[in-house]
């Protein structure tokens, strides 16, 4: 079992920067993929980027690459996600995720675990 979860969401206005955390526990919690999801109301859940423990190989949606950065801190446990420039229409609860698979998908439904979210608004 893992448990996940997210802080640093709030209200910040167009152009911004905001950082989230998630703090990981569980057993095992190194053999797994961690990501960052996003919803919006009425919207799917949508990939935003994903990262093993040892930092290699972070992966972004398009939309987000060059914006966002994905890092971790092993001996924390817990995973970030840095966001600048950001957009009104990236207003989402942002959730932290955990995968087994060592080569998850983009698909919310194949991830494991999910944290309980937070809130990113973005003001215009």
């Known amino acids: 079992q893992v448990q996940l979860v997210e802080s640093g969401g709030g209200l910040v206005q167009a152009g911004d920067s905001l950082r989230l955390s998630c703090a990981a526990s569980?057993?095992?919690?190194?053999?797994?993929?961690m990501g960052w999801f996003r919803q919006a109301p009425g919207k799917e859940r949508e990939f935003v980027a994903a990262i093993g423990w040892s930092g290699r190989n972070p992966n972004y949606a398009d939309s987000v690459k060059g914006r966002f950065t994905i890092s971790t801190d092993y001996a924390k446990s817990t995973v970030f996600l840095q966001m600048s420039s950001l957009k009104p229409e990236e207003t989402s609860v942002y959730y932290c995720?955990?995968?087994?698979?060592?080569?998850?998908?983009?698909?919310?439904?194949?991830?494991?675990?999910w944290g309980q979210g937070t809130q990113v608004t973005v003001s215009s």
């Open positions: 569980g057993r095992d919690i190194s053999n797994y993929v």
């Open positions: 995720a955990a995968d087994a698979s060592p080569y998850p998908n983009r698909q919310a439904r194949s991830w494991d675990y």
